[in-house]
């Protein structure tokens, strides 16, 4: 279980997080939800250690990351698939998949994951191909399967859809479903499209002006109209 407790964090004299607290379970999807601008993005940076929390506490089963850089919370337990994917444009797919290997130690560093593979046929298909050369579907295909390859427990992704056409969402939505329920991982998904966030929420929160402004059951956001509070 991720946890992140009563986080601040400030851009100069901008206060961008404010006392935020967020609990990711595991073995389900919680989806975090708001206009662009009010700090989601920022705070999965924070949670990840890229930028420095003012204060709050950031906890993976019970084991406090506030302290600790990004790299040691990777080894932990934690992938990340950044928006925009930020994949090494210049190495073919084998060495962007390898690149999330650097967690792990010993012959296991130097050969991509058979189950990554599996998850992600076109990548197989794709090895020798340089990043840069893939559509925005497979570069993000890539971006999550980079994320995976260290076996992590909680996988955050910011914005997987944003660029992508509807099959390969249709795609990423089946994997993200598959390691809730198969592997039992917690996934944090920040997403702006509603109705793909909205299929694969066992729980959801809305951010506005860097607050959680209401959370719930992903059972209850048609009925809490949450659509309308992400739109206002």
Do not use: W
Not at 143 to 154: C, D, E
Not at 158 to 179: M, N, Y
């Amino acid at each position: 279980m991720l946890r992140i407790e009563k986080l601040n964090q400030y851009y100069g004299g901008s206060h961008i997080l404010r006392d935020v607290s967020l609990t990711v379970p595991t073995g389900a999807c919680t989806v975090l939800l708001g206009r662009n601008g009010v700090g989601k993005t920022t705070l999965l940076k924070t949670v990840m250690g890229l930028v420095p929390a003012k204060s709050g506490a950031v906890t993976l089963d019970g084991v406090d990351l506030s302290t600790l850089a990004p790299y040691q919370r990777v080894r932990l337990g934690i992938g990340y698939v950044p928006q925009g994917r930020e994949i090494f444009n210049r190495l073919t797919v084998e060495e962007n998949l390898l690149m999330g290997l650097a967690p792990v130690s010993g012959s296991a560093a130097r050969k991509v994951p058979e189950h990554i593979l599996e998850t992600f046929p076109v990548l197989k298909q794709m090895l020798r191909r340089r990043g840069g050369d893939l559509s925005g579907g497979q570069q993000q295909q890539l971006a999550i399967g980079r994320a995976l390859a260290a076996n992590p427990r909680v996988l955050i992704l910011d914005e997987p859809t944003e660029g992508i056409q509807p099959s390969i969402i249709k795609e990423i939505g089946a994997v993200i479903r598959r390691l809730v329920t198969e592997s039992k991982m917690a996934v944090l998904l920040v997403e702006q499209y509603y109705d793909f966030a909205e299929s694969l929420a066992d729980g959801y929160a809305v951010m506005a002006r860097g607050q959680i402004t209401d959370a719930g059951a992903g059972s209850e956001m048609q009925a809490k109209n949450v659509r309308n509070l992400i739109s206002i």
